[in-house]
């Protein structure tokens, strides 16, 4: 008797302890998302759209991490109070490997690697509208886009090889080869000429008041502008190409042509104020 009941008990520590084992190893993540949990839930696939949406950056320029300075701080215009990493440049001290706030590169790969993730993952998102989805993904090719296009303004100096930036349209996986080799200044360009090409034919000219603020054809097309105009400069067209100069004054043009945006008109401080 003593002996069965024994080996009840013991077999009763076994499913008690048995039990308490699995839920300890397999408990799931209490404290933040995972990947099958975003691209499993729409309203969580929204949710991460709105965090891609950061990559546009804000007035300053600093990362979205720490403390943010307006770029006037770098010039004689203005004085930063505090240092935040600006006064680098102002002390003549900036470096290739000490760049203090104007460090754009990880805080962009960062951002390119989010829109990356999106774009390979928001087809698969159960219960969601197609022409929804048809929408999200031009919003964050525009990002993208914008987050190479200040890479290559601030890591470029000249037209020549291998000096653009390195070209990542993908997410990496664990085993693949991170080192990735610097694209050519124009293959860079453009990459970003043919996504906003291609994002403005789908966009919308105005969003409705509950999606102010996101992004737009006119944007698509502003960007292009600018990058155009950079590319036709001297700094990276040395030869003075007269048909990138055409390029550019072509795309600032059809912004022009939307007869939806215009100079904001001036006549005292309380007009400049209400910019703002």
Known sequence: MKLIRLLVIVSMLGVVFGSCEEQVLNKETQDRFTENDIWGDV????????????GVGGWGITSDNGPREMPSSATDEAMQRGDHGVWILNN?????????????WSDNYEAIRRCNIFLQNIDNVPNVDPDEIELMKPQVRFI????????VNWYS???GEGNGVPLITEPFDL?????????NYSEVVNFIVTELDAVASILPEEWNAENWGRI???AAFALKSEILLYAASQRHNQSMDQSKWQQ?????????????YSLNEVNSWQDYANIF
Not at 92 to 104: L, V
Not at 144 to 151: E, S, T, V
């Open 248 to 260: 550019a004054s072509d795309a600032a043009k059809a912004v022009i042509d939307m007869n939806m």
């Open 216 to 218: 737009t054809k006119g």
């Open 144 to 151: 993208r886009a914008k987050l190479y296009a200040d890479l």
């Open 175 to 183: 085993e693949d080869d991170f080192n990735v080799e610097r694209a």
């Open 43 to 54: 309203n969580l696939a929204r949710s991460y759209l709105n965090k891609v949406y950061q």
């Open 157 to 159: 100096w000249w037209e």
């Open 92 to 104: 003549g001290e900036i470096t290739a490997s000490n760049y203090g706030t104007f460090n754009k």
